[in-house]
């Protein structure tokens, strides 16, 4: 499900749905929650959130939509706010990820944990987060780009890796993850 297959604008009762989905898929899993308690936990009927979604695998896909539009919205006004000069653009995703890691309750990448529980390839939300993760490397590859680095595609093909690697050893208890991966890309700058 593409951005534009959502429903445009949410009824009161749509927009609870979806944020209590968002919220319970993040911190319990998409398999473990069922539409019931979603419907419970909104105060609406399974009924009211079929008319507003369709389908559990609908609900998911607007839960994954919206957290790749938030996490792209917040990165830019961050990355806009604290890192003005190309390679330190660059390092600043690090940083960036960092920060939003601490000020949220981090759990995992929501794109990887919904990847790693939705296995069919033809599934609307695998599209989402495939969607994301080009999106992230695109970005590193722009701002390698910008920074003047020989290769951008390859650079950013290594920053993603360390970037995603970094996320989820994060997720696993790895204490200062982020920041290694943010200094062995530094390292990858400077080569």
Not at 148 to 167: H, K, M, Q, R
Request: hydrophobic share 50%.
């Amino acid at each position: 499900m593409a951005a534009e297959e959502l429903p445009g604008k949410l009824t009161p009762a749509g927009r609870r749905v979806l944020d209590v989905a968002a919220e319970m898929f993040y911190r319990q899993g998409i398999h473990a929650v069922g539409v019931e308690a979603i419907a419970a936990e909104a105060g609406v009927t399974k009924k009211t959130l079929y008319a507003c979604f369709g389908s559990k695998d609908r609900l998911v896909t607007a839960y994954l939509v919206e957290r790749d539009q938030r996490w792209r919205e917040w990165l830019a006004a961050w990355l806009a706010e604290h890192a003005t000069e190309p390679r330190r653009r660059l390092l600043a995703v690090f940083d960036a990820l960092e920060v939003w890691m601490a000020d949220t309750d981090f759990r995992g990448c929501g794109f990887v944990n919904a990847l790693a529980e939705i296995p069919d390839p033809e599934h609307p939300a695998r599209a989402v987060v495939v969607g994301q993760k080009r999106w992230m490397r695109e970005l590193f590859e722009k701002l390698a780009g910008e920074a003047g680095i020989a290769d951008p595609a390859n650079f950013a093909a290594s920053a993603l890796l360390l970037y995603e690697g970094a996320t989820v050893a994060a997720s696993a208890g790895v204490s200062g993850a982020v920041r290694q991966a943010r200094r062995t890309a530094e390292i990858l700058l400077k080569a």
